[in-house]
């Protein structure tokens, strides 16, 4: 089984290399890495490049944005099964992807998994845990979602159902999700450890003013799939990540 995994960069110097290194270090070997960067200006471009062919594919070009260079990555990817993978994040140890297949092997659409947030400038030092928990059907009516990073997918499953929205700023990857489990109710799997290490500073949490944007995308979110959320879905999405900051 070959798994696409897909960075999207732009100006990412400062941390792309423990990214490429991450998934390079990977013991599972059918692994296609591709990075879709949106024609960076500082030295993004040339540490892509120093790593020659060990990248599978490599694309750098102007975008409309963070979820149209994750469209560019899923219609390029060949695998069997597609992950995303931040350009400021990397995962957690060399069997991440060998426990990702492990788990498609048992006939599921989707798996996700555990993330920590870490220091922006200390990625040793551990900020803040989200333990995902067991998906239960309804489980996006109370707030729920699981963190995108850790969210792998069959390709079959984008060619289904569609890929990333671009009526949407910072929320089409909830929006996907929503989409994906609770509207078209895939078969999901949960793989309970921590398999992504994300550097802090999210834009949608980055502020109140922020938070607000972001809830109101939430909402849209649910129109444009013609489902109803509960009235207390807005509020306890954002309070669902309180208890993440007592599960270091």
């Known amino acids: 089984m070959k798994a696409s995994i897909i ?17 390079l270090s990977q013991d599972y070997k059918d692994i296609e890495y591709i990075i879709i960067d949106g024609l960076s200006k ?8 120093s ?16 979820y149209d260079a994750m ?18 994040d990397f995962y957690a140890n060399g069997q991440v992807i060998s426990k990702i ?18 220091a922006a400038q200390d990625k040793l030092k551990i900020t803040r845990t989200w333990k995902s928990g067991t998906y239960v059907s309804g489980s996006f009516l109370k707030g729920w979602m699981p963190p995108h990073p850790t969210f792998f997918v069959r390709k079959s ?26 509207k078209h109710k895939i078969n999901l ?17 980055a502020s109140l003013k922020n938070r607000i944007k972001a809830n109101r995308e939430d909402k849209l979110a649910w129109k444009m799939n013609d489902l109803k959320p509960s009235p207390l879905t807005f509020i ?13």
């Open 7 to 23: 960075t999207v960069s732009f100006n990412s110097e400062k941390t792309i290399i423990d990214t490429i290194q991450s998934v």
């Open 42 to 49: 500082d030295n993004t471009i040339n540490i892509v490049n």
């Open 51 to 66: 790593f020659g062919d060990k990248i599978s594919k490599f694309v750098s070009e102007k975008d409309k944005g963070l």
């Open 71 to 88: 469209n560019k990555g899923i219609d390029l990817a060949t695998g069997e099964v597609i992950g995303f993978l931040n350009s400021d």
């Open 101 to 118: 297949v492990k788990t498609f092997q048992k006939e599921t659409d989707a798996v996700y998994a555990d993330l920590v947030y870490v």
């Open 157 to 182: 499953i984008y060619q289904q159902y569609g890929k990333f929205t671009d009526k949407l700023r910072s929320a089409a990857d909830y929006e996907l999700m929503l989409r994906f489990i609770h």
């Open 189 to 205: 799997a949960y793989l309970p450890e921590v398999i992504v290490h994300m550097r802090a500073g999210g834009t949608s949490n």
């Open 236 to 248: 306890r999405k954002p309070f669902s990540k309180i208890t993440q900051f007592f599960k270091k």
